[in-house]
């Protein structure tokens, strides 16, 4: 096990900076998700972190050495990468003892420490076969297995689970999670998929255009996040944004206003949104946050044309339409919801999210 | 015949077999050359397309009133030397341009392409100073070291489009496992890349066995000849042709490229298309 620690990291590629002062400390053991849409630069973190990338401009410790300089093979680090990476002309054996094999390891230590973590990973039938012969899911675990086997101090993932189809995804991602609790490595893990990200880190890192914009644990993201981005990218469906919604203050309290929508401001959030009172600001809505309601007074009701219904099972995603803008609501499957009609919703109020509307921080 | 079979039968097996044909026909000719006695070759009235009576003359002149043999170990030599040589230069250029991204790599594989456009018309004069201050001047080595001027360009650009089609993870992987460069590179890359460097070993073999100019340039006594200067300078006297010798060498010629290309054809496709089939 090992720490990680990344001090004003920086990597430029001519002059397109890709990761842009980068600081984190990754705890002993911690599983840590790098998270954010294609080109924000956490796979160049996750590869500067494993040597292959070099640092324009920091510092990088793994246990306290620092490692700017330090080869690859030096990190004692293994990484899982998205394509499996497996070496096609050797057997699954081959593929799991190659790196023992460069350490010098002796040949009944290597077939001793394949063995076991070919059981652990249920691969053990497979041992003499090529690449080619197994599926998409086997080679994953291959991939797994020739890092485990190593036993370095770091696992880097590197959206190792993309080519997997959609079932066998979330059962990897289970089989990965336990195993990460049975091992215990100190893991990073790159992933453009947010549901991946909530699932199976400690703590989460949301990056975008190479800089860092939150660092927390998942729910803490989910609910408080710090500005407009990560809410619209952390959860599922996305978030509802409203924008030029206006703060009123009404005596001691506070209203957020816009056609068709008049939202009391929760106790909590009062203080904070109070010097916005006259201005303009975004309102952010999760779907799920959006409830059918049967009174019309209740604080937060709101009437709604709906537009689409879709249920989905547990839920019915419902799109409707308020003063010209369209929100995505999560109801109940109990509802007898029908297109070209009238909903009542209610907000749920201490839920709601405030963003500046120039600097889309999050307000509160 | 259903309507699918035929349709298949029109757009497939018609056009293959008469490809086949236009292919096959100029072996065809030299074998039936080879073995029709002058008489026959030269009697108008006959079929030309069929062998009337079978001959052995041809044969006989080939190989034993001339130095063929000899000129066929010689041509082996030379371009299994050639090859040999353009290979393993060519591997180790193909991979430092294409996975060691230096300053400069991208014009360097440039230049060695642009090398491969300049024609050995032009070159062979420049090269025939080489070779003689060298002391190389009639000596079959000189044609093993001015085969791979062509060879490596073009061996190099074949393997930089194979190499470019291994995943770099691959690479990336080993290097975090603890492997050196060269480890990774006879362990992995060549291992990966053997149906590339096949099919421009087969390549170089192809282009050296055929190569003429040079080796008319630079080779002068008859005991060092290559099969295609050796038949055409020994077997054209003025304006005689002695057709009968000359196709059975042409044929005995092409034999063994022949036979390289039909052992390796399949990785030779797999080559030629660079994939890398997980």
């Known amino acids: 096990m090992a720490e990680v620690v990344l001090k004003n990291v920086g990597k430029k590629f001519g002059d397109v900076v890709a990761v842009d002062d980068f600081s984190l400390t990754i705890r002993h053991g911690e599983f840590m998700v790098f998270v954010g849409p294609s080109g924000c630069g956490k796979t160049t973190t996750l590869r500067m972190i494993a040597g292959l990338e070099d640092i324009t401009s920091g510092e990088i410790f793994i246990d306290d050495r620092k490692v700017n300089h330090v080869p690859p093979k030096d990190r004692d680090i293994a990484m899982v990468f998205q394509n499996y990476a497996l070496y096609p002309h050797m057997s699954v054996y081959q593929n799991m003892a190659f790196g023992l094999k460069l350490k010098k390891v002796p040949k009944d230590e290597i077939d001793r420490r394949v063995g076991e973590t070919a059981a652990m990973l249920g691969i053990l039938d497979f041992l003499k076969r090529k690449p ?19 036993t370095p101090k770091v696992y880097l993932f590197d959206e190792p689970l993309s080519n997997l189809d959609a079932k066998l995804r979330v059962q990897m991602r289970l089989e990965l999670k336990k195993l990460h609790e049975q091992i215990g490595t100190t893991s990073i893990y790159v992933t453009h998929d947010q549901i991946e990200a909530m699932t199976m880190g400690d703590r989460i890192v949301v990056m975008k ?14 609910m408080h996040p710090v500005n407009r981005f990560v809410a619209g990218f952390i959860g599922s469906p996305t978030m509802n944004f409203i924008e030029g919604v206006r703060v009123e203050k009404e005596g001691e309290d506070l209203f957020v206003i816009t056609e068709g929508l008049r939202l009391p401001v929760a106790a909590e959030k009062r203080e904070a949104l109070a010097p916005y009172a006259g201005r303009e600001i975004t309102l952010g809505v999760r779907p799920e946050d959006l409830s059918e309601t049967e009174f019309p007074d209740a604080p937060g009701a709101f009437t709604a044309f709906v537009e689409v219904v879709q249920p989905v099972g547990n839920q019915i995603y419902v799109d409707v339409r308020v003063g010209g803008r369209d929100l995505l609501a999560s109801i109940s499957p109990q509802s007898r919801v029908k297109t070209k009609q009238d909903i009542l919703l209610k907000a749920r109020l201490e839920n709601l999210h405030f963003f500046d509307a120039d600097t889309e921080e999050a307000i509160g | 015949m259903p309507q699918k079979q035929r349709e298949k039968f029109f757009r497939f097996y018609l056009p293959l077999f008469l490809f086949l044909v ?6 065809y000719w030299m074998f039936a050359t080879t073995f029709k006695s002058d008489v026959e070759l030269y009697n108008l009235k006959l079929n030309p397309f069929l062998i009337h009576t079978w001959s052995l003359a041809n044969l006989k002149h080939l ?7 000899r000129w066929l170990y010689n041509t082996f030599f030379v371009a299994i030397t050639s090859t040999v040589i353009s290979l393993s230069a060519s ?14 790599s991208n014009l360097m594989g440039i230049g060695i392409f642009f090398c491969y456009l300049v024609p050995p018309t032009i070159l062979f004069i420049p090269l025939a100073t080489m070779i003689f201050k060298l002391h190389l001047w009639d000596s079959l080595w000189a044609l093993s070291l001015i085969y791979p001027t062509f060879l490596i360009p073009f061996c190099t ?5 194979y190499f470019n089609s291994i995943p770099k993870e691959l690479e990336e992987c080993a290097m975090m496992d603890g492997a050196s460069r060269m480890w990774i590179f006879w362990r992995v890359i060549i291992p990966l890349s053997l149906p590339g460097i096949l099919s421009a070993g087969i390549f170089a073999f192809t282009l050296s066995w055929n190569e003429y100019l040079y080796a008319l340039t630079f080779i002068s006594s008859s005991l060092k000849k290559t099969v295609s200067v050796g038949l055409v300078t020994e077997l054209v006297r003025g304006d005689v042709y002695h057709w009968g010798p000359l196709m059975a060498g042409a044929l005995f010629g092409s ?10 054809v399949e990785y030779y496709v797999a080559g030629i298309t660079g994939a890398l089939k997980e």
């Open chain 2, 157 to 161: 650009w074949l393997l930089m489009g």
């Open chain 2, 22 to 27: 236009f292919l096959l026909f100029p072996f």
């Open chain 2, 91 to 104: 591997l180790l250029a193909a991979y430092g341009i294409q996975r060691i991204r230096f300053k400069g």
């Open chain 2, 255 to 264: 034999v063994p490229v022949a036979l390289v290309y039909s052992f390796f």
């Open chain 2, 63 to 69: 190989f034993f009133e001339t130095r063929f043999l």
């Open chain 1, 132 to 150: 080619k012969e197994l599926s998409g899911g086997q080679r994953q675990r291959v991939a797994l297995g020739r890092a485990i086997v190593r």
């Open chain 1, 209 to 222: 255009d190479g800089r860092v914009q939150q660092v927390g644990e998942p729910l803490e993201i989910y």
